[in-house]
C-alpha cells in the first residue's frame, strides 16, 4: 500500500472515469471496487485503480463537490509520440486548456508534459527558459520541436 493516495469524488460515474483511465494506460488495472447493497450487487460505491504504479482511489459521492483545475494528475512522457497519444485519449469529450492541461469528459484535470521540456528547464539558463515559456503560453498539447526551437533561439 503506498503512502498517500489521490482520492478523487464524482457524482455518480466514478467507475465508468476509473474503466475508461485504464483503458487508456497500459500498465493500469482495478484494484479493487465496492458496491452498496446485499452482496455488493449494487451501484458502484468506491474504487482503487493503479496507473502505471501510481494507486489512485475514487467514489461516487454525489453532486455536494466538484472537481476543479485546483488538482491536476501529470503524465510525464517521454516523445511527442507518447504525448500525441495521451492528449488525444484524455481530450475525447473534454476540453484542451493551455500550456499542456486538458480537462477530460469525467472534469478531472491532467497535465500531459513531454520529458524534454522538464529537462530543458532543469538547465537553469533564464533567458532560453524565458523563450520557451512563452512559446509554451502559445500553445494548447505541448510541441517538443517548437518548445527546442523556441529553447535554441
Known amino acids: ?6 482520492f478523487l469524488w464524482f457524482d455518480n460515474n466514478a467507475e465508468e472515469a476509473m474503466n475508461y483511465y485504464v483503458s487508456i494506460f497500459k500498465n493500469s488495472k482495478v484494484v479493487q471496487s465496492s458496491r452498496h447493497g446485499d452482496a455488493g450487487k449494487g451501484p458502484f460505491m468506491v474504487g482503487t485503480f493503479s496507473l502505471e504504479g501510481q494507486e489512485i482511489m475514487v467514489l461516487n459521492g454525489g453532486p455536494h463537490y466538484k472537481l476543479t483545475p485546483a488538482f491536476s494528475v501529470m503524465v510525464n512522457c517521454e516523445d511527442q509520440e507518447e504525448v500525441d497519444y495521451y492528449w ?4 475525447e469529450g473534454g476540453t484542451e486548456v493551455q500550456c499542456g492541461w486538458l480537462t477530460d469528459k469525467f472534469g478531472v484535470s491532467w497535465q500531459v508534459v513531454p520529458k524534454k521540456f522538464r529537462e530543458l528547464m532543469g538547465r537553469g539558463d533564464a533567458e532560453k527558459n524565458n523563450r520557451m515559456m512563452q512559446a ?6 505541448l510541441i517538443i520541436a517548437d518548445l527546442q526551437k523556441a529553447y535554441d533561439g
Open 1 to 6: 500500500m503506498q503512502k498517500i493516495t489521490p
Open 88 to 91: 488525444d485519449k484524455l481530450t
Open 136 to 141: 509554451l503560453y502559445g500553445m494548447k498539447k
